[in-house]
């Protein structure tokens, strides 16, 4: 069965550094969503993205946050300057259509950790 | 605007007993409506999804959940836990298909 994968598992930075999560998500899907759950907390959402734009952000998905697709297959998450409210598990969503019958299919997540 | 509330954020049943576990949502215009569970370490699963069709809806692992309308609820049910049912169960509703609102979840226990 077709599955979202998302890489590294696991990301440890320091303050102020810039990361760049990755996600491939299912290849004849068009939209795509990161979401973010901190430890013990509810998961948000971040952002959608399809054709190449963005869809709708949050009010958390701000200046420090970028999203693209810089090729067929991956759609990337960056943070410029990451603060220690950051650390988080950051998951990677996509849907066919994005119609709201659609189906998010999920990441297995990675877990970014601020030092 | 929409969200939903997941009452009880954990929850314990014996195996074998029945679980139930609550959701209820806010939303001004028809929702559609979605659980999903996670296990460590993994990501999140769909088990079911509401989308204005039979209001009983029948999910993956013998969990279904039934829409009610006039209590706002989608709660969560099944008639007899197994050990593999301990996880952490999320309620979500989206109006839009874009942007999904998650609630806090719900950890599930289940004592042998």
């Known amino acids: 069965e077709p599955e979202v994968t998302q890489t590294p598992s696991h990301q440890v930075t320091q303050m102020g550094q810039e990361v760049i999560l990755r996600c491939v998500p299912i290849?004849?899907?068009?939209?795509f969503y990161w979401y973010r759950q901190i430890l013990g907390q509810k998961v948000e959402f971040l952002v959608s993205?399809?054709?190449?734009?963005?869809?709708?952000k949050s009010e958390i998905f701000d200046d420090q946050f970028s999203v693209e697709r810089p090729d067929g297959s991956n759609f990337t998450l960056k943070i410029r300057s990451t603060k220690l409210e950051d650390s988080a598990m950051y998951f990677c969503?996509?849907?066919?259509?994005?119609?709201?019958?659609?189906?998010?299919?999920f990441g297995p997540g990675t877990r970014l950790t601020v030092l | 605007a929409q969200s939903v509330t997941q009452l009880g954020s954990h929850v314990s049943v014996s195996e074998g007993a029945l679980v139930l576990l609550r959701c209820n949502y806010s939303?001004?215009?028809?929702?559609?409506l979605f659980w999903y569970v996670q296990y460590p370490n993994q990501g999140l699963q769909l088990l079911l999804k509401?989308?204005?069709?039979?209001?009983l809806v029948k999910g993956i692992n013998g969990f279904e959940a039934e829409f009610k309308k006039s209590e706002t609820s989608f709660h969560l049910t099944k008639p007899s836990a197994h050990m593999s049912d301990a996880a952490e169960y999320f309620c979500?509703?989206?109006?839009?298909?874009?942007?999904?609102?998650f609630g806090t979840g719900t950890s599930l226990t289940v004592i042998p």
């Open positions: 969503a996509s849907t066919l259509a994005g119609a709201r019958t659609d189906t998010q299919y």
């Open positions: 290849s004849n899907h068009l939209y």
């Open positions: 993205f399809y054709n190449n734009e963005i869809s709708e």
């Open positions: 939303s001004s215009v028809p929702p559609y």
């Open positions: 509401y989308t204005s069709a039979a209001t």
């Open positions: 979500a509703v989206t109006t839009t298909g874009n942007q999904f609102y």
